[in-house]
């Protein structure tokens, strides 16, 4: 069964850093392609970054320059370095990938920028 578990959310002040984590199990992320989105209170769930199999990395305009996507094959898992946060980051953050036709989920980990 595929599992996809978000870590690494909580609150942080404008202009910090944060390095959120998505594990998966039942699935080899490196033969998959990977991406983040996030959903703000009151908003529709959006696209933030993606890798693909082959470790080529897109990102939203509203994150570009101060977010990183990366993999780490040997612990399946992917990663968003996310710097200079700013309040309107606040969100939702998940990840989702597809495998045999069938997308999954996690279940999302929150991030709050807020002084």
């Known amino acids: 069964q595929v599992q996809l578990v978000e870590s690494g959310g909580g609150l942080v002040q404008p202009g910090g850093s944060l390095r959120l984590s998505c594990a998966a199990s039942g699935i080899i992320f490196s033969i998959n392609h990977v991406g983040w989105y996030r959903q703000a209170p009151g908003k529709e769930r959006e696209y933030v970054a993606s890798i693909s199999s082959g470790g080529i990395t897109t990102y939203a305009d509203s994150v570009k320059g101060r977010v990183t996507i990366s993999r780490d094959n040997a612990k399946n898992t992917v990663y968003l370095q996310m710097n200079s946060l700013k309040p309107e980051d606040t969100a939702v953050y998940y990840c989702?990938?597809?495998?045999?036709?069938?997308?999954?989920w996690g279940k999302g980990t929150l991030v709050t920028v807020s002084s």
């Open positions: 989702k990938t597809n495998n045999n036709g069938m997308r999954y």
